[in-house]
């Protein structure tokens, strides 16, 4: 069964990190290009962060910059993003997607269509 499966979602306080994980079956990783997307409650699906498939270059929403890392072990079939200085307006379910693009586009990849996609994992951030 081809699926992506998020985890490592949770509550965190403010300031707090989290590392979540997107791990794929039925299908290899290291073909695809994967993205992850969140979602707050009353507001749309927003892109946070996008790894490629070609060289693992990576590409932020300018609001996560310099708190978030996206890394990818191909081996665990399996991508990460590291979450640090976590904010309120984290708070959201959080999606991986995948597709066989060889890059993320710059920017570009919170616009893009996507193949597979994941459950969601919530984080919320709140003292």
């Known amino acids: 069964q081809v699926q992506l499966v998020e985890s490592g979602g949770g509550l965190v306080q403010p300031g707090g990190s989290l590392r979540l994980s997107c791990s794929a079956s039925?299908?290899?990783?290291?073909?695809?290009?994967v993205a992850w997307f969140r979602q707050a409650p009353g507001k749309e699906r927003e892109g946070v962060s996008c790894i490629s498939s070609r060289d693992h270059t990576t590409s932020y929403t300018n609001s996560v910059k310099g708190r978030v890392t996206m890394s990818r072990d191909n081996a665990k079939n399996t991508v990460y993003l590291q979450m640090n200085s976590l904010k309120a307006d984290d708070t959201a379910l959080y999606y991986c997607a995948a597709e066989t693009y060889a890059d993320c586009g710059g920017s570009r990849f919170t616009a893009r269509q996507w193949k597979y996609w994941g459950q969601g994992t919530q984080v919320t951030v709140s003292s």
């Open positions: 039925g299908f290899f990783l290291d073909s695809y290009t």
